[in-house]
């Protein structure tokens, strides 16, 4: 009688390999740089409640539950607090820019450029550095930041112009609308809480739509 082969036995299904947790794990820069970050939202808030002047580092090493010497790891004091709190809250702005530059007319470019800058702004960080008197900042600090905003405004001007030549903008003096949009847009953090009222993605978007009202070529003159 001819032998029956037995069938293989099924082989169970293969178990997804398990990647190391070294894989996974920040780097030390990264890590310095996450504590960095939670620092600068917690002395944002800080600053915005309290002012700059009236608030300590003892008050912002009681919001984050640390002691006042282990903020010193990540920041060489006040001063250079404020100035990570500048430059993240302009870090942002590089961010939105970078969203906003995906073809479209200058009005385009300039309403995603804005709506993504609000977004990120009231999301992500409450920020105190657009309400603070550049004064405040140590000298260096003080030409980091200002050459960045004349960046910023040079760009936005460039949108505007833009925006005037494709037909997308009426004519104006680029210079007074960007004046006039970004004081709007710079004075959010005075006003805005977060989980009250509207949420920044709606923020965003009414910004977006009173700002095509104000510079759209089709808008209606009025007398």
């Not at 002395?43 to 919001?63: C, I, Y």
């Not at 001063?79 to 990570?84: A, I, P, R």
Request: net charge positive; hydrophobic share 35%; charged share 25%.
């Amino acid at each position: 009688m001819p032998r029956t082969s037995k069938a293989p036995a099924a082989k169970s299904p293969a178990k997804p390999s398990k990647r190391r947790w070294a894989e996974h794990a920040l780097s030390p820069e990264e890590i310095v740089e996450s504590k960095r970050l939670a620092l600068v939202k917690a002395a944002g808030r800080a600053f915005r409640e309290k002012g700059f002047h009236n608030t300590s580092l003892d008050d912002v090493a009681a919001a984050l539950n640390v002691t006042k010497p282990t903020l010193y790891n990540y920041v060489k004091g006040k001063q250079d607090l404020l100035y990570h709190c500048h430059k993240h809250a302009q870090d942002l702005g590089d961010q939105a820019f970078g969203h906003g530059q995906q073809g479209g007319s200058g009005l385009d470019k300039l309403q995603r450029t804005l709506s993504r800058y609000i977004t990120l702004l009231t999301d992500n960080f409450s920020s105190y550095s657009v309400l603070s008197d550049l004064s405040d900042l140590a000298p260096q600090h003080r030409t980091v930041i200002q050459s960045r905003r004349r960046k910023f405004d040079r760009q936005f001007r460039g949108f505007v112009t833009e925006g005037i030549a494709d037909g997308s903008i009426r004519e104006c003096d680029p210079k007074m609308a960007v004046f006039w949009f970004m004081g709007a847009i710079n004075a959010i953090p005075r006003w805005f809480e977060p989980h009250r009222g509207y949420s920044g993605a709606e923020v965003a978007e009414i910004y977006h739509d009173l700002l095509a009202r104000g510079l759209a070529k089709d808008r209606p003159a009025t007398s």
